[in-house]
């Protein structure tokens, strides 16, 4: 949840290589597999793979390479594709958005339209333990998978991605400050009062807004544990990231 946006939140952003400042264009589609696990995005000059991607910033999408290449045919787009269940051929609405973690590629949630959200509003929350299979034009969701639909509000309310954006500012600032001063072998307890004392040292400078500190601060006591696996993930995606380009541009040559 540390690292998890919006479909809707990514796409538009400015494309661009973090070593040279090339630019791409705006990303125009975010793609995934037939196993739903997000693979590339598309922007102006081609497609992307997302293990090349270095941050997902407010204005701007930064990669490690500026590397594009025509992708496989089996890649789905998400974005209104139908939804039903194995027992019916007629759709029960659509997907609307959906959120996913930039680092890994794996669907966090679905935002559906249609009938079958109407009784939360007209946008329903899917979760993905509850769809069966993503193929060509539908996603197919479990018989009772409607049973376990929430509404948008109380479906999404533990991810960062619904948070303001003085608080999604003031976690990654406390993230990054907290990754100088965690280590693996840290204990729970010793990484909450980590926390605290980076939530203290900014509330001290009197530069934040008391409230969105404190909700930040709130957040990441509950998501500790993705701190652990965003340190640990950053120097592995870096290695990957590198190593896939250079294994690309000689195989090419």
Known sequence: MFNV????????????????????????????????????????????????VAMVGPDALLTYSELVFTPPSSLRRLHRMAIRTPSLRTPLGWVEDFLFDWETGDIAAYILGGEIAVPFGGRAVLFPEDVDVIDTEAIIIKEDAKNRLKSESEGLKGFLSEKSQKVKNLVKRMGDRLHSLLSPQD???VVRVKIKEVRDELAQSGQHDKNALEEAGEFLQDKWE?????????GKRMKKAIDSAWKRLTHSS
């Open 5 to 52: 946006i919006r479909r809707s939140q990514i796409v538009g952003l400015m494309a661009m290589d973090r070593g040279t400042a090339t630019r791409y264009g705006s990303v125009e589609e975010v793609w995934v597999d037939d196993s739903g696990r997000v693979v590339y995005f598309a922007s102006d000059a081609g497609y992307t793979p997302f293990e090349q």
């Open 226 to 234: 993705d701190i652990y696996d965003s340190l640990s993930r950053t």
């Open 187 to 189: 204990e729970p307890e």
